[in-house]
């Protein structure tokens, strides 16, 4: 098993212009109801192939961890990844847009809370389908880009800390990483050349 | 009374407490926006919070109509800024220095020991959704349909969650 790394290494990136970006983005930030983290893998890994599975999770990895909203954080990572500061700006600005012209708006008209039976049910109709679109999310990414059966059990530990005994995200991410970390430890077996070839 | 400043603070402190997700704000930002500040009120808080739910996008946008009304579209634009501006740079100056660290040993272990930890977060965030969410026949119905079709075609997962929308509509009332 122990392979080469390069093989699963990430398409190059093309030229991928800042217009694209943005538009890819705007898309997104306009379409990705229930969740957005199916949707950046939908549009920008399955796609547009601006990158992989085992990128996308690193990059949903380092979203997690750090403070800000998943969605934010990625676009910022993938707009840096594509096309540098400028990628990273015009991908936050287009997936933050139209959800904030949204808000916007309905701010600006419903002021007070007006219970409307039909919408109240619609809403639970979206909750009930992004829970399966989750699901799903996570499945196809489990598939690719875990390596072997004991990430299955890190998975499920994660789950048990944060939903059975209710520790916050950050403390699931500490506990949990940090024994996966060690688990994938580096190996003294084989001396692996720094630079993976390009 | 100016409201810039005070706006500017409340939520760029809030964005360091959004570690895993906008949720992880959320008591903090009720406290300090409905009971310190007093920009709006807890019933207007639920109904921002449930409408945000419904839009596509970041899922905290309910923020900008915070932030107009407490200081007009000027508000709406400053909270934006000062949510998202602080996390956005710290995001991209640690992906730059991940990226310097290419040939550093322990960082492709980082990389494999997260990956499952991250999936195991997107899960459990999952059935935290699916507590409130999946209550009797049709929700898990509707969860189980888009779950299913999903898995066997392509197809844009906006147009299920649209269909789910008209049949919760009619069915959930």
Redesign the interface.
């Known amino acids: 098993m122990s392979s080469t790394e390069a093989t699963v290494a990430a398409p190059a990136p093309a030229d991928v212009s800042i217009a694209a970006i943005f538009t890819e983005f705007l898309l997104i930030g306009a379409t990705s109801f229930g969740g957005v983290v199916p949707y950046l893998r939908g549009r920008l890994v399955v796609k547009r192939r601006w990158l992989d599975d085992r990128d996308f999770v690193e990059m949903l990895s380092m979203s997690q961890s750090l403070p800000g909203l998943n969605a934010t954080n990625m676009a910022v990572l993938l707009g840096d990844r594509l096309r540098g500061g400028m990628g990273s700006l015009v991908a936050i600005l287009g997936i933050c847009l139209p959800g904030a012209v949204l808000l916007y708006a309905v701010g600006t008209v419903f002021r007070e809370h007006v219970e409307i039976p039909w919408f109240s049910a619609a809403l639970k109709g979206v909750a009930a389908a992004a829970v399966g679109l989750v699901l799903f999310t996570v499945m196809q990414l489990s598939k690719k880009s875990l390596d072997g059966r004991i990430d299955l059990v890190f998975i499920g530990l994660t789950v048990i800390a944060v939903n059975h005994f209710h520790l916050s995200v950050l403390w699931a991410l500490l506990g949990v990483g940090f024994i996966a970390i060690l688990w994938h430890r580096p190996r003294k077996a084989k001396p692996v050349t720094g630079a993976v070839a390009k | 009374m100016n409201q810039i400043p005070a706006l500017v603070r409340v939520f760029a402190y809030l964005?360091?407490?959004?570690?895993?997700?906008?949720m992880?704000a959320f008591p903090e930002l009720q406290y300090l926006t409905v009971d310190v500040h007093q920009w709006l009120t807890q019933?207007?808080l639920?109904?921002?919070y449930?409408?945000?739910?419904?839009?596509?996008?970041?899922?905290?946008?309910?923020i900008?109509?915070?932030g107009?009304?407490a200081a007009g579209?000027l508000g709406?634009v400053v909270v934006?800024v000062a949510f998202?501006g602080p996390?956005?740079l710290?995001?991209?100056g640690?992906?730059?220095l991940?990226k310097r660290l290419?040939?550093w040993?322990?960082r492709?272990?980082?990389?494999?020991?997260?990956?499952?930890?991250?999936?195991?977060?997107?899960?459990?965030?999952?059935?935290?959704?699916?507590k409130?969410?999946?209550f009797g026949r049709?929700?898990?119905a509707?969860?189980?349909?888009?779950?299913m079709i999903?898995?066997q075609y392509k197809i844009?997962?906006?147009l299920?969650?649209?269909?789910?929308?008209?049949?919760?509509?009619?069915?959930?009332?």
């Open positions: 964005s360091l407490l959004t570690v895993g997700g906008g992880a019933p207007q639920i109904h921002l449930s409408i945000g739910q419904m839009a596509p996008g970041p899922n905290m946008m309910m900008v109509p915070i107009d009304w579209a709406a934006l998202f996390t956005a710290l995001t991209f640690v992906g730059r991940w290419e040939a040993p322990w492709d272990a980082i990389q494999r020991g997260l990956a499952p930890v991250s999936i195991g977060l997107l899960l459990a965030g999952c059935f935290t959704m699916a409130g969410a999946i049709e929700t898990a509707i969860a189980a349909a888009v779950l999903l898995l844009n997962p906006a299920l969650i649209a269909a789910s929308a008209v049949i919760g509509a009619l069915t959930l009332e």
